[in-house]
Structure formats: C-alpha cells, structure tokens
C-alpha cells in the first residue's frame, strides 16, 4: 500500500478522498470533465469523543458507522463507488528530505532504509514507507540527490485500513493530511516560492513548509481549536457548549478592550504564535532550504474563528492568507461549487486526496 502515488493516471476517477479525523469524518468525490474539475458530491459526519485519539483508533464499530453516515449523506449526487484514498494523521507520519550520492534506484531504496533506521523513532519493520527521488537538489553539494521519503506508523496504517474494509469500502490510496491538503491549496502559480499551511484543527495544529511545491517539514502540536473552547470553558466557568457557542459568536474576543474571551484565550493564542515561531526558525536556520518564508495560508475548522486570522498576521509579522481549496479548479465566480466559502476550507484534505484521483 503506496503512501503516496508517483503516477496518479491508474488511479479511476470513481475514487474519493476520505478525511478522517479524531472528530469526524469528511467525503469528496470529484469528476473530471476535459480540463475542468467539477464537484461531484461531499459529505461529513462527526465522530463520538473518544473514537479516535490523537490519530490512534479506539472504539472502530462507530468510527465505521461515521464513515457511512458521510456517505450516505452526500449531495448533490451519491457516492456509489467503493474505491476510497483515505487520509493518515500527520501526528503518526515522518516526512524527510534526505540527500545522497548519485546511485541507482536500487542502491536508492537500501540506502533509504538505513536513513529510515537513523532518522525515525520506530524501527523499520514498524513502519510503512514510500519514497520519491525530486527534480530539485536540496543538498549544498551539487553532486548529491535528494529524495522525500514519507513513513508512518504500520499500526496507524493497518487501523485504518481495517475501518475502511469494515466499512465496505476499497483503499487504493493512502495519504498523510498535509500532502493532501497541499495539493488543493497550493495553485501551479504559487508552487515557484516558499509557502508555510497553518491548519488550525478540532484537536491538533499541523504546519507545512513547501518549497517550489515540494513539502520539506511538517510538524504538529497539541494547541486547536478545541483548546480555544477549553480555555473560555474553563475562564468563564461555563460548559464546554457554552463555550462553542461564544467561540462561533464573538471569537477570540476584543483584543483592544481585552474582553473576558479574550483573556481566557491569549495564553493559549501566545503559544500559538511561538510554535509558528518555532517552526519557521527551524526551517529557515537550521534546514536552511530558502531564506524566507514568501507566503503564509491558514486551514482547518479553526482558520474561521474570528479575530484568529489577524491575530496571527500581528503577531508573526506576516500576511496571513484563508486557504482557498478551489484554487485548481479553473471554474468561473458564476459556477463555484455548492459548499459555502467559509466552510470549504474545512474540507481542504478531502479535496486534496479526492484530486490524487484525477490526473491534472
């Protein structure tokens, strides 16, 4: 089972991307119509608490009922097909760039192991891998070649294959969440520069820095949206549906009058703001593939809380783009797809594996 796919023309365009998550469970099919991408159908379900946990599943029988229930609610067409490429959480996958001598490819695929032996915390027989040789040398030496090697957990993968199985349903493709989400936010224009993807989810925060469209770093913390309800929860000591329910209305609160929301949120956004920090730090001194990050693009169910979006231009200094997951879609203002603007960006995985599907 390919983590990811180097010839994506095999793949039927029946196929459709499964997004799923600690909470819940998003479907989208597309159709290829000559060079326009039309959406087909799209779905969502949510996930009891406690089904999934940080990427590991629990409780299967309702993770499984969850995935039907998406699909059986999916408009404006159903879903017949049975063939799925599912997404894998990024807090169980190992993304690398590793550099070496000019060799064979089968020299290539032994010396992979060894760097996977060195640079992961699990051992080889423990993890699922793939590996894709790149057009761009990332090394200093001009002599070497680069390679992107994806792993993740065999735990992780065989779980997850095991609910797509108890669900009916065919993987023919898995994916960890930022490659995906990569692939519908990232337009062929933007792929020349370096680009950080802040997606800002429901349990977790994951970034992504591309360049030239190649990903070069991923990493996730345990800072989400959810953790901006808990902590207005637990401030204003109200339930934690209260909370959601001032989060929906009034966000992070008035930064200017530093409102009681606020206050209960600034510590969770001031960590927020140093793991971005953090990781664009890393990126830029210690990895040192370019000198600058050119453009920064927020996802995820908490990328449309408001105020977020500012906050974090402030803070890191930067522009802050709202992820557009239609950006490769070549469609007209007139015809744009059925999903509301603000909740598109919620389903950027799912388009991006629904598009490794077609051949673009």
Known sequence: MNLFKKDISNFSQGAFGLDLSDLSVKVIQLKGDGNEIKLKSYGSA??????????????????????????????????????????????????????????????????IKWEIEANIPLSLDQVCYDWQLLDKIFAKENDKISVLVVAVSRKTVNQFLEVMELSGLEPIGLEIESIAQARSLIGKKEEKKTILIIDVGDRRTSFLILLDGVPCFTASIPLSAQSITDGISKSLNISLAEAEKKK????????????????????????????????????????????????????????????????????????????????????????????????????????????????I
């Open 248 to 359: 929906f209305e009034f966000g992070i609160g008035s930064i200017a009058k530093k409102d009681p929301i606020f206050k209960a949120v600034e510590p969770i956004l001031e960590n927020m703001v140093s793991e971005i920090e953090k990781s664009m730090n890393f990126y830029l001194e210690s990895l040192q593939y370019s000198s600058a990050i050119n453009e920064v693009i927020i996802c995820g169910g908490g990328a449309n809380i408001k105020g977020l979006i500012a906050y974090l231009s402030k803070k890191i200094n930067k522009e802050i783009a709202m992820g557009n997951p239609w950006v490769n879609f070549h469609r007209e203002e007139k015809n744009l797809p059925l999903i509301e603007k603000n909740k598109s960006v919620k389903f950027s995985t799912a388009i991006g594996l629904a598009l490794k599907g077609l051949d």
């Open 46 to 111: 949510a996930i009891p608490l406690g089904s999934i946990s940080d990427g590991e599943i629990i409780k299967k029988e309702n993770v499984v009922v969850s995935i039907k229930k998406a699909i059986e609610k999916a408009e404006p067409e159903k879903i017949r097909s049975k063939k799925v490429i599912c997404s894998l959480p990024e807090t169980k996958g190992f993304l690398r760039i590793i550099n070496l001598p000019k060799m064979e490819e089968e020299e290539i695929r032994e010396a």
